[in-house]
Every structure is written in structure tokens, then in C-alpha cells.
């Protein structure tokens, strides 16, 4: 990357749960991620992984420290105010679609776009399509979400969460239900979006290959960031 924009920043990220006894699960989290990155984050069960990327994307908003994303602060906003803000910029693909079986694929991937109101229908179905063509699914556009396998689901779930063309995509274990041949074409869509679209993915993985083809990777443990490399080794 030739000129490195920081699109989400965190200064000391801490974090407690309370039940059944009060543990702090993030330990002063402080870092960057750039514009245009695909940035993984590994670490064993219990590290702390999962539930930063949920205070990264708003999710969870109980937490010490400080967040700022487009180098606006958000931490301390309003509900309402955070609801408009992951749909205008934070995508999102969890290890389970998601997708809304009765409905088709291209009426899925619509939906947050629909929600967003920014464009007609018609330009709504025309982005649709083209996040379907990205994905290479458009012959599924119209089949319902729950006639197609594993790996397409997981790509349709993709391609809504590009719908809006946020800033961010956040991931959590994207290809844990994914076998090899899917989970190749989840990471080279990811590669494209990354580099052809200047999106930044952030994901939480437990595949060590998958991460170490990512750009960089933030290894956590016991709630604090470990190592942080360009590669994971």
C-alpha cells in the first residue's frame, strides 16, 4: 500500500464480563487498520478475539477506550447513531449466513440497501446484480437463498454485506463452514475487494493459511495483542 490511511483506529480497547465472576476479556487494544487492508485476527478460544471485533463494529458498545472510524470518534455515540453508521460503512459476514431462506438471492442481498433508502429499486437490483457477478453467482440471482449449497449461501452473505459499499467489512470465521475449494474463493474475493475496491476487511479466523495470506494479522492472547506482523509465522 502506497499511502497508508488509517479507516478504524483503537486506543486502549478494555473490556469485563461479569458472569459468573468479573474477567476483563480486552486488555488496552490499540491499533490501526488501513484503508484498502485485509487485515486477519487470530488467537486460541477465550482470546479475546470475537468480542473485539464486536466493539469494532459497534455491536457492543460496553467497553473503556476509544474508537474512531474515518477518523470520527464513536465511541460514547447514540444507538440510532450507531445503527446509521454500520449501515452506511460496516458490512458484515458472519460464520453463518444469515440469508432469509424463503427470499431469493437477489432480493437478499438487496434488503440492507432497501433499508439504506439512498437508491431507487431499480438501481438497488442493478448493484445487486453486480455484487452477484463479482461473486460469481449471478445465475443463482433469482433462486431462493435455501436451494443453494453451503458455499453459495456464504457468497450471497458476502455480496450483501458489499450491497452498501461500506468502508469496512467485518468477518467473523467466514469460512469455518467452508471446505478448501470455497474457502479459496471467499480469500481471492476478499483479495479483489481489497485491492481493486479499496474496502478494508477486518476477520476473525481460526484457519492459520487463510490468515497468513492476508496482509497482516493480529494475534491475540488472554485479551491483549501479542504479536502483530505483516505475516503470520
Same mark, same amino acid.
Given at each position: 500500500?502506497?499511502?497508508?490511511?488509517?479507516?478504524?483506529?483503537?486506543?486502549?480497547?478494555?473490556?469485563?464480563?461479569?458472569?459468573?465472576?468479573?474477567?476483563?476479556? +480486552?486488555? #488496552? !487494544?490499540?491499533?490501526? =487498520?488501513? %484503508?484498502?487492508?485485509?487485515?486477519?485476527?487470530? &488467537?486460541?478460544s477465550?482470546?479475546?478475539?470475537?468480542?473485539?471485533?464486536y466493539?469494532?463494529?459497534?455491536?457492543?458498545?460496553?467497553?473503556?477506550?476509544?474508537?474512531?472510524?474515518?477518523?470520527?470518534?464513536?465511541?460514547?455515540?447514540?444507538?440510532?447513531?450507531?445503527?446509521?453508521?454500520?449501515?452506511?460503512?460496516?458490512?458484515?459476514?458472519?460464520?453463518?449466513?444469515y440469508?432469509?431462506?424463503?427470499?431469493?438471492?437477489?432480493?437478499n442481498?438487496?434488503l440492507?440497501a432497501?433499508?439504506?433508502?439512498?437508491?431507487?429499486?431499480?438501481e438497488?437490483?442493478?448493484?445487486a446484480?453486480?455484487?452477484?457477478? +463479482?461473486? #460469481? !453467482?449471478?445465475?443463482? =440471482?433469482? %433462486?431462493?437463498?435455501?436451494?443453494?449449497?453451503? &458455499?453459495?449461501?456464504?457468497?450471497v452473505?458476502?455480496?450483501?454485506a458489499?450491497?452498501n459499499?461500506?468502508?469496512?467489512?467485518?468477518?467473523?470465521?467466514?469460512?469455518?463452514?467452508?471446505?478448501?475449494?470455497?474457502?479459496?474463493?471467499?480469500?481471492?474475493?476478499?483479495?479483489?475487494?481489497?485491492?481493486?475496491?479499496?474496502?478494508?476487511?477486518?476477520a476473525?479466523?481460526?484457519?492459520?493459511?487463510?490468515?497468513?495470506?492476508?496482509?497482516?494479522?493480529?494475534?491475540?492472547?488472554?485479551?491483549?495483542?501479542?504479536?502483530h506482523?505483516?505475516?503470520f509465522?
Open positions: 500500500m502506497s499511502e497508508k490511511k488509517a479507516i478504524l483506529r483503537t486506543e486502549g480497547i478494555g473490556k469485563y464480563f461479569y458472569t459468573p465472576v468479573k474477567f476483563k476479556v +480486552l486488555d #488496552g !487494544i490499540s491499533f490501526e =487498520a488501513y %484503508k484498502g487492508e485485509f487485515l486477519t485476527l487470530v &488467537g486460541k477465550g482470546s479475546g478475539k470475537s468480542t473485539l471485533l466493539c469494532l463494529s459497534t455491536m457492543d458498545s460496553d467497553y473503556e477506550g476509544k474508537l474512531y472510524i474515518n477518523e470520527e470518534q464513536v465511541t460514547g455515540k447514540k444507538a440510532d447513531e450507531l445503527a446509521a453508521l454500520r449501515n452506511n460503512s460496516i458490512g458484515f459476514i458472519f460464520q453463518f449466513h440469508l432469509l431462506p424463503e427470499f431469493s438471492c437477489l432480493k442481498i438487496m440492507p432497501l433499508k439504506k433508502q439512498a437508491y431507487s429499486y431499480e438497488i437490483e442493478t448493484r446484480y453486480e455484487k452477484l457477478k +463479482l461473486l #460469481g !453467482i449471478e445465475d443463482q =440471482a433469482l %433462486k431462493p437463498a435455501s436451494k443453494l449449497s453451503g &458455499g453459495q449461501q456464504q457468497r452473505s458476502i455480496a450483501r458489499l450491497i459499499d461500506p468502508d469496512i467489512i467485518m468477518c467473523d470465521e467466514p469460512t469455518g463452514n467452508l471446505d478448501s475449494k470455497n474457502t479459496q474463493i471467499v480469500f481471492d474475493t476478499f483479495k479483489k475487494i481489497t485491492s481493486e475496491l479499496g474496502q478494508t476487511i477486518i476473525v479466523t481460526h484457519d492459520l493459511d487463510f490468515a497468513k495470506a492476508s496482509d497482516r494479522t493480529i494475534e491475540l492472547a488472554d485479551g491483549k495483542i501479542l504479536t506482523n505483516k505475516t509465522q
